[in-house]
């Protein structure tokens, strides 16, 4: 099994419908984080959290909710899907100490 | 803003060339990251360099940070074209508890057989 799963993998919408990705590691790690990724932008923070009591917004959190359910367990929303939430988001985790992130497969959104 | 900023966007290379890529960042770091994404894939880690380290190396990467010029450049060696891919650097700024990464735009490596 990965480290890091997302599912869905995929997932067409339509707009103003409510949708949730979700997230689960086996790292034991505390910090988790969603970021999404467009073509020529990198990839940009939308959340990310120290533990569970903890959750901070990272640059691009408008139209977005989360949900740390468990140590293991870091769950994005989103509310009303609008077009241009069209992404691949990405799930991360990371130890304490200066160490890497690891990356789930992503899941590739499309909202028409 | 933040993020890093790699250099070349594109590269094109033979199989067994070498490839070179840089990242120049704006702020203070305490680690400087080198991530690769295979198409549609997640990033995968290649190699963290400290802010007190100048060079590391790991099998066929070479990674070089001068923080005067806030500026890294990661080497890989002998290129395959399994090395296709996109390569990403991310800093991680001084002083942050919570280990947030500022990551670049990435540079698309191409490797011909």
């Known amino acids: 099994d990965a480290d890091v799963t997302q599912t869905p993998r995929n997932r067409i919408t339509k707009t103003g419908k409510r949708i949730m990705l979700e997230c689960s590691q086996t790292?034991?790690?505390?910090?988790m984080y969603w970021y999404r990724q467009d073509p020529g932008l990198g990839l940009r923070l939308i959340y990310y959290s120290f533990d569970v009591k903890d959750i901070n917004k990272g640059e691009i959190s408008d139209g977005y909710s989360v949900s740390r359910q468990a140590q293991a367990k870091f769950s994005l929303s989103l509310e009303s899907a609008i077009p241009n939430q069209t992404a691949l988001y990405f799930c991360a985790t990371r130890g304490n100490g200066d160490y890497g992130y690891t990356f789930g497969s992503g899941t590739r959104l499309t909202v028409v | 803003s933040q993020q890093g900023e790699e250099d070349p966007q594109a590269l094109s290379i033979q199989e067994g060339e070498n490839a070179t890529m840089n990242c120049s960042y704006k702020?203070?770091?305490?680690?400087l990251q080198w991530y690769r994404q295979n198409s549609g894939r997640g990033l995968v880690h290649l190699i963290l360099?400290?802010?007190?380290?100048r060079e590391k190396h790991s099998g066929r990467l070479r990674v070089t940070l001068d923080t005067s010029k806030k500026s890294s450049s990661l080497l890989i060696t002998a290129s395959r074209a399994a090395d296709t891919a996109s390569y990403f650097c991310a800093t991680a700024d001084r002083g942050s508890t919570l280990g947030r990464l500022y990551f670049g735009r990435g540079t698309q490596l191409t490797v011909w057989p």
């Open positions: 702020t203070s770091i305490n680690n």
């Open positions: 790292k034991g790690h505390d910090r």
């Open positions: 360099i400290r802010s007190n380290e």
